[in-house]
């Protein structure tokens, strides 16, 4: 339930970044190098094996291009290695940077083809003064046998650039030098793009000058065998955050420098040409959208010389584009351009994130399709033509663990199959793809519902992509139903939220335009023939568009839909009340926000809870109250009268950085939420739960923060008893006993992400739903899918 845009750049479209796509993506397509007819695509990061580098080559048969090999580095352990972080290639040497190959030191791997065009590791060149946090091989450039390899965390984040050599004779790779910027600060990122063509290297470091970018000028003297600093590119009316020199192309004494932040966000490249005499570089050329499109042009670029294929993925929203310039070698004018996208793009797709080109062969990178698992889409220029037409596009059928069914597996020694456990032991697990979803599919929240007739128990779970439903009726063989598909129209959306209420789920998505509140009669799920199927939903409630979660007091059949934005009556963020008393007739309750609380003073509420307040406060006993976590703040609000909702107070506490969900003891007397962002921020040291006192609802008093020696971030938690479930990214389900209340004890877990440390970020365990009268607990983990897990000592 991440808010978005909040704190971290849960998303590539809300931070694009001065790196350049080549040199920062995970996804599939993040690097790209073009052979002679072969491309290199690579993943540098899976959820199951370390990094990858696919090959493809084209059928000769169909013309079609296809998998043909997949490299990875031969000494691979670890699954988060980022081999292929960076790509480029001379035509026969291959070179693949790995970034957190050797911890975070970085490796570069060679690898070179043979007469039968197989590729072949040779040799791993790594630096010769090698540290932690060097991210040695982020950025690669080749010509001849001269390699250029970036170490972007070299000397607290300046930036250095390793000089390679290859020896003619015998093949072998040495390191000849170090390069560094002769007015180096830290945080420059020195090395960010690279350009080489002969001797002159053009290094540049955009975030230098609060983002103005420098792009620096290098030769190599062979008389003395020393490479220097030659002086520097220059532009008038640059200006802080344009990012000048965010891409690079270099071909034939031609430069192109990329500024995609020029102009208030249209962006712009900068053509240079040097002087074969004086060796002097001078501006020749500014090339900008023809379009007038605020496009980020210049985000990304390959240039060959003749053809200039600048990414502009910033435009038509996200879903990007190429600006195609012929440039004519007689004149060195430009004499066409044009707009080139894939046929079957969509908005956010960020297309032209990555480029590569030679010859007839270009390749670009779409690095938010697939809900983010990035593809690469392959283009070629038609014999005696201009015309470059698309091929096809390639992409892996992406990773994952396989589902795990057919009887219990029982935590011993702390483990359940691959995964880490306590007390908890694993009865299923059905991954993403098991679940229905596709390519770059995960999951995210999850709730629960018992058929009042037949008994039988159903998760309902949330996907990017749509809500599934699986009978949990034998934990030990779950069945996936089918789907509710999300609004149409509306797009996918990391965050979905289901509730439920008189056998029927409520369904809300965030960031998803006018998705609105779906309502699905579960009664459907009795006897579904030849599962699974999709399903139409019972009703719609358009009062509100977007919301990032639904609230239900199955007490007095009231919803609260929270976190409202895009369109309808978003009372501010915060409750926007809804009677559902009639499920399928949903009807505007009401508004409340205390605007005391939220990160924009709107009343902004991520989540809350709703009850018929049964606690020790006698004034407030039989009233509705909710109890909101609101980014900044604990409120606490009567809405016992939905046309005049009161404020009873709101507190804040410590290192707030973002409230963000809780729940309260089956008495009333505690409530226990959870911060977000506290560990991701480093305020705490390690996983941090607050323990609200609300005897008093007037007067709310935190009275402990409750901190685990793991380090993982914190999300959703649920009370059951006296007991506490929490999802908590990384770390996986955690059970803490809350006999007492202000000195909770963890007393077992299951970790759903077996691989990695427990670190604070937003992969994992999104939520779980303990509420089964059969004790079993429902947890679902965003990359993974869907665990059926029990406590060892629940009978069911």
Known sequence: MNKPGYLLCFTLLLCLTVVPAQAQQNVFGGALAVGDDVVFVSETQNTVTAGSVYVYQRDQATGDW????????????????????ALTTDGQTLIVGATKNGGTKGATYIFEKDDAGMWTETARLTASDAADDYHFGRVLAISGDIALITSLGHTESAGAVYVFQRDPATGVWSEHSILTASDAQSDDYFGMTLALEGHTALIAAPPQNEGTGVVYIFAYDPAS????????LEVEGLEEGHQFGASLGLREGVALVGAPRFDENLGAVFVFERDEDSGQWTQQAKLAPFDGEHDRMGSSIAFDGEYAWIGAPGAAG?????????????????????????QELQRGDFFAGALALRGQLAVVGVLRADFGAGTAIVFEQEAGSEMWMEKNTVFNEGGGIASIVGGKVICTDGEADRFGCSQVDLLSFLSVRDLGGGRGVRTNDLWGWTDPETGKEYALVGRIDAAAFVDISDPYNPVYLGELPRTEGSPGSVWRDIKVYKDHAFIVSDGAG??????????????????????EETAHYDGIASAHNIVINEETGFA??????????TCGGGLHMIDIREPTQPTFAGCFADTETGRQSTGYSHDA?????????????????????NETALSIADVTDKA???????ASYPNVAYSHQGWLTEDHRYFYMNDEGDEVQGLVDGTRTLVWDVMDLDDPQMVKEHFSENKASDHNLYIRG???????????????????????????????VPYGEDVPSMGGSWSNYPFFGSGVIVVTSGSEGMFILKKKDIDI
Request: aromatic fraction near 12%.
């Open 66 to 85: 296809t998998e043909q090999a997949r490299l990875s580095a031969s000494d691979a352990t670890d699954w988060d290695d980022r081999f292929g972080r």
């Open 225 to 232: 065998d020393t490479w220097s600093e030659t002086g520097k």
């Open 318 to 342: 996200f879903q990007g584009a190429v600006y195609l310039y012929r440039r004519d070698a007689a004149t060195g004018a430009w004499v066409d351009v044009k707009k080139v996208t894939g």
């Open 514 to 535: 006018q998705h609105g509140m779906q309502v699905f009669d579960l009664t459907q799920l009795r006897d579904v023939q030849n599962p699974p199927v999709i399903f």
């Open 560 to 569: 609260f839909s929270v976190g409202s934005g895009s369109g309808g009556e």
């Open 609 to 629: 809870q709703c009850v018929i307040y049964n606690g020790p406060d006698v004034e407030h006993q039989g009233k509705e109250i909710c109890f909101g976590a």
């Open 644 to 650: 005049n909702p009161v404020k009873l107070a709101n």
């Open 722 to 752: 006296n007991l506490m479930y929490q999802s908590n990214y990384k770390s996986g389900l955690r059970i803490l006993d809350i006999s007492d209340a202000v000195n909770p004890v963890e007393v077992g877990f299951f970790d759903t």
